[in-house]
């Protein structure tokens, strides 16, 4: 199957820096990606889907200005966690479809998030 | 896209069929039945979909009911590498939105 890349697959930070994450799709391209953050011993909740050469389309009450998505190609989404949080501290996913309109939906890794 | 309901958790003993349900009842014409599982600290894996008609493939089998109101997903012999939460999902296009999930634990 399709591969879905996610870098870093762990990550520390202090309060008040910002995190980049990448996804990126190995073996095909991706018009459209998804964002999701889970929080321990719950489900992954939809944060966000990344469009290809425009804006992101954010789910309710994620904050747009905070968590910053950034696809300016068909095989790279970023997401950068800005001023974070010890509340930010999440797993973050990646997700992306392939073909484009196809059915299937491909993680990646996942990217632990940890802020002190 | 239609909610589904599962089990909270279920257990299963090692090299038996491990069978998990889920509800769809408000279910559209067009809406395909999703499974996939995720390993604890990994990302979700695809197992298989169905819109009608039962599937089957190298991983498990999915039974959709003829009123599309349920289906179950069937690990024909399940193994400890199972153990994981299973998520039912029912969607049109676009997004896909997970539920809780059942949590799987196959026992040796």
């Known amino acids: 199957g399709a591969v879905v890349s996610q870098h870093p697959s762990r990550v520390i930070c202090k309060s008040g820096t910002s995190v980049k994450i990448e996804c990126r799709s190995l073996d095909f391209q991706a018009t459209t990606m998804f964002w999701y953050r889970q929080f321990p011993k719950q489900s992954l909740m939809l944060m966000a889907t990344s469009n290809e050469g425009s804006k992101a389309t954010y789910e309710q009450g994620v904050e747009k200005d905070k968590f910053l998505i950034n696809h300016a190609s068909l095989t790279l989404s970023t997401l950068t966690v800005t001023s974070a949080h010890p509340e930010d501290s999440s797993f973050y996913i990646c997700?992306?479809?392939?073909?484009?309109?196809?059915?299937?939906?491909?993680f990646g890794s996942g990217t632990q998030l940890s802020v002190l | 896209d239609a909610k589904t309901t599962q089990p909270p958790s279920m257990d299963c003993a090692e090299g038996r069929a491990a069978n998990l349900p889920c509800n769809h009842s408000t279910i559209s014409g067009n809406e395909y039945v999703y499974w996939y599982r995720q390993i604890h600290s990994q990302g979700p894996q695809y197992i298989i979909h169905?819109?009608?008609n039962n599937e089957t493939n190298e991983m498990a089998s999915l039974i959709i009911t003829e009123d599309r109101k349920s289906s179950t997903l069937i690990l024909p012999h399940a193994t400890l590498r199972d153990t994981a939460v299973y998520y039912c999902?029912?969607?049109?296009?676009?997004?896909?939105?997970f539920g809780p999930g059942t949590s799987l634990s196959v026992i040796p």
């Open positions: 997700s992306a479809r392939d073909p484009p309109n196809g059915e299937k939906l491909f």
């Open positions: 999902i029912v969607r049109s296009y676009d997004k896909v939105i």
């Open positions: 169905g819109l009608k």
